[in-house]
């Protein structure tokens, strides 16, 4: 599947169903009481501002990219997805906005906690080790540099933040009060776990997950759940392999195939980083759409 054989979709505008929510890419739709129609728009938002351009196809990838996954890792969590096919919930005229791009899925009860596991120190993660040789309380070696591979996947949390709101790091001990010590111990065994695993899968076709964050819900018999998307770029930090040597080596952050490129880009603007978002132009815009292509050629080929 090319990127280009969709028209692009900025916000989906359903009516046969009442929307309960728009996030920066997803909408969501009740479908009874008991399940939701997550439709991956083409928006794209960096630094917590949603851009006006769409990225054409951006939804239909990640969609398919989030469906390769729980396919994969099913049998180290249960997911939230129904199995049912998403153009059957809508009207006739509304299944060319579904197509693709969508997900039907259980309603869950949402657990309060971004879990995100790092192999590598980049981003946030950089900054905070800098300061303290740790991340969320989590005790580093000296000496690690950007982009280093760490000893170990480790878990490092942030708190759900309202719209439009930066997630908080957090601490093990925070997720703990949160949702108690059993649950805290599941999820970070469990997020560790799909992490290593994916990683594992991932390295194999040339690509080098740095970092990743799930989201997890419980069903009514209280069972842990993935939920929402899982290791695509818009939640993950893929690098290809065979750049990260020479990147690793200038101290520089390796290129990757998410919205890196698209931050790098806003960061030479004249941007306070508050809406609106400068215009993209069209290379931009190109460019965005070939990253997200080229991960999910890699991880399907």
């Given at each position: 599947m090319t990127i280009d054989q969709h028209p692009a979709l900025h916000t989906s505008a359903l009516?046969?169903?009442p929307l309960l929510a728009r996030g920066k890419v997803r909408d969501n739709y009740a479908v009874g009481n008991d399940r939701i129609l997550m439709v991956a728009s083409d928006r794209i938002s960096a630094f917590d501002v949603i851009m006006g351009e769409?990225?054409?196809?951006?939804?239909?990838?990640?969609?398919?990219m989030a469906l390769f996954w729980f396919d994969k890792l099913g049998h180290l969590c249960p997911?939230?997805?129904t199995g049912q096919a998403p153009e059957s919930v809508v009207a006739p005229s509304e299944a060319a906005q579904v197509k693709d791009r969508s997900m039907l899925v259980k309603r869950l009860k949402p657990i309060p906690v971004e879990a995100v596991v790092r192999g590598y120190l980049a981003g946030s993660g950089w900054k905070e080790y800098q300061a303290s040789q740790s991340v969320c309380g989590v005790a580093l070696p000296a000496g690690l540099k950007n982009a280093s591979r760490l000893p170990e996947p480790i878990f490092?949390?942030?708190a759900k933040a309202e719209a439009g709101a930066h997630d908080e790091n957090i601490s093990y001990e925070h997720v703990v009060k949160l949702v108690g010590p059993d649950l805290a111990a599941q999820i970070k065994k469990v997020s560790i776990a799909i992490y290593q695993a994916a990683a594992a899968f991932a390295l194999g076709k040339g690509i080098i997950i740095a970092d990743t964050k799930f989201e997890f819900g419980l069903d009514p018999h209280g069972t842990l759940t993935l939920m929402d998307e899982v290791l695509t770029?818009?939640?993950s930090r893929y690098w290809p392999l065979e750049t990260y040597d020479q990147s690793y080596a200038l101290g520089e952050n390796p290129p990757s195939f998410d919205k890196q490129f698209l931050r790098d880009w806003l960061e030479?603007?004249?941007w306070d980083k508050t809406p609106p978002a400068p215009r993209l132009p069209n290379d931009v815009v190109a460019k965005t759409a070939a990253k997200y292509q080229e991960a999910l050629q890699r991880l399907t080929a």
């Amino acid at each position: 599947m090319t990127i280009d054989q969709h028209p692009a979709l900025h916000t989906s505008a359903l009516t046969s169903l009442p929307l309960l929510a728009r996030g920066k890419v997803r909408d969501n739709y009740a479908v009874g009481n008991d399940r939701i129609l997550m439709v991956a728009s083409d928006r794209i938002s960096a630094f917590d501002v949603i851009m006006g351009e769409p990225i054409p196809g951006k939804g239909v990838l990640l969609t398919q990219m989030a469906l390769f996954w729980f396919d994969k890792l099913g049998h180290l969590c249960p997911n939230h997805l129904t199995g049912q096919a998403p153009e059957s919930v809508v009207a006739p005229s509304e299944a060319a906005q579904v197509k693709d791009r969508s997900m039907l899925v259980k309603r869950l009860k949402p657990i309060p906690v971004e879990a995100v596991v790092r192999g590598y120190l980049a981003g946030s993660g950089w900054k905070e080790y800098q300061a303290s040789q740790s991340v969320c309380g989590v005790a580093l070696p000296a000496g690690l540099k950007n982009a280093s591979r760490l000893p170990e996947p480790i878990f490092t949390p942030a708190a759900k933040a309202e719209a439009g709101a930066h997630d908080e790091n957090i601490s093990y001990e925070h997720v703990v009060k949160l949702v108690g010590p059993d649950l805290a111990a599941q999820i970070k065994k469990v997020s560790i776990a799909i992490y290593q695993a994916a990683a594992a899968f991932a390295l194999g076709k040339g690509i080098i997950i740095a970092d990743t964050k799930f989201e997890f819900g419980l069903d009514p018999h209280g069972t842990l759940t993935l939920m929402d998307e899982v290791l695509t770029p818009d939640s993950s930090r893929y690098w290809p392999l065979e750049t990260y040597d020479q990147s690793y080596a200038l101290g520089e952050n390796p290129p990757s195939f998410d919205k890196q490129f698209l931050r790098d880009w806003l960061e030479t603007q004249p941007w306070d980083k508050t809406p609106p978002a400068p215009r993209l132009p069209n290379d931009v815009v190109a460019k965005t759409a070939a990253k997200y292509q080229e991960a999910l050629q890699r991880l399907t080929a």
